[in-house]
């Protein structure tokens, strides 16, 4: 959902705008809110410290996508936000979109329907993640996206850390589903060899 599909008439003119250099900390897990953020340009990697103190991945935003979106209705952030890139980032106060909001139930109901969409995105993920074997994971990961093909934000590390594997369980299997001929992989990229077709789960293909 693109932010002109929710976000109330002269919110825009409150923003400020941010630039962040390669490395550089946003925000940091449990630091104040203060609103929600678009990213203009560049990337921006989100993760969160478990109990555990386990580094998870969260996401990857680029340009065009929105963060923080629980701010509004939150005193600190639930994660941290590092630029993984030169980043532009637009800033949206909580006071004035929650004025906003009250002003326009439009767009109040649209960003809602935002929200919905997040939370059916995360059962996916938890639905993905609950997976034994790492291929299926692979498999349910790219079967979700436009015939089978994924563009990847960032390094396979990182798609390890979305798929709840370590790397080394994520290479290997990569290269194992690569060399059967389900996969290709181009830099930055995986197709499903076949799309609209997920293989059944195989015995003994156990995440790590």
Same mark, same amino acid.
């Given at each position: 959902?693109?932010?002109?599909?929710?976000?109330?008439?002269?919110?825009?003119?409150?923003?400020?705008?941010? %630039?962040l250099a390669a490395g550089?900390?946003? =925000?940091?897990?449990?630091? +104040?809110?203060?609103?929600?953020?678009?990213?203009?340009?560049?990337?921006?990697?989100?993760?969160?410290?478990?109990?555990?103190?386990?580094?998870?991945?969260?996401?990857?935003?680029?340009?065009?996508?929105? =963060?923080?979106?629980?701010?509004? =209705?939150?005193?600190? !952030?639930?994660?941290?936000?590092?630029?993984?890139?030169?980043?532009?980032?637009?800033?949206?106060?909580?006071?004035?979109?929650?004025a906003g909001f009250a002003?326009?139930?439009?767009?109040?109901?649209? =960003?809602?329907?935002?929200?919905? %969409?997040?939370?059916?995105?995360?059962?996916?993920?938890?639905?993905?993640?609950?997976?034994?074997?790492? +291929?299926?994971?692979?498999?349910?990961?790219?079967?979700?996206?436009?015939?089978?093909?994924?563009?990847?934000?960032?390094?396979?590390?990182?798609?390890?850390?979305?798929?709840?594997?370590?790397?080394?369980?994520?290479?290997?299997?990569?290269?194992?589903?690569?060399?059967?001929?389900?996969?290709? %992989?181009?830099?930055?990229?995986? +197709?499903?060899?076949?799309?609209? !077709?997920?293989?059944?789960?195989e015995e003994g293909d156990?995440?790590?």
């Amino acid at each position: 959902m693109d932010i002109h599909d929710w976000l109330p008439r002269n919110s825009r003119a409150s923003t400020i705008e941010r %630039r962040l250099a390669a490395g550089q900390v946003l =925000f940091n897990q449990c630091d +104040r809110a203060s609103g929600i953020y678009e990213v203009v340009s560049g990337k921006v990697r989100l993760t969160r410290v478990d109990a555990e103190g386990r580094e998870l991945l969260l996401g990857i935003v680029c340009a065009g996508d929105t =963060f923080a979106e629980a701010s509004l =209705f939150s005193l600190i !952030h639930g994660f941290s936000a590092v630029a993984m890139s030169k980043a532009v980032l637009r800033l949206y106060p909580k006071a004035s979109l929650l004025a906003g909001f009250a002003r326009n139930p439009q767009a109040a109901q649209a =960003f809602a329907a935002l929200l919905a %969409r997040q939370v059916m995105d995360l059962r996916t993920r938890l639905e993905r993640n609950n997976l034994h074997s790492a +291929r299926d994971r692979v498999r349910h990961y790219l079967a979700g996206a436009e015939d089978g093909a994924v563009v990847l934000p960032g390094t396979v590390k990182d798609l390890a850390g979305e798929l709840g594997l370590s790397h080394e369980a994520l290479y290997r299997t990569l290269s194992e589903m690569e060399d059967e001929g389900e996969i290709a %992989r181009r830099k930055g990229s995986i +197709r499903l060899a076949y799309p609209g !077709h997920v293989a059944l789960p195989e015995e003994g293909d156990a995440a790590r």
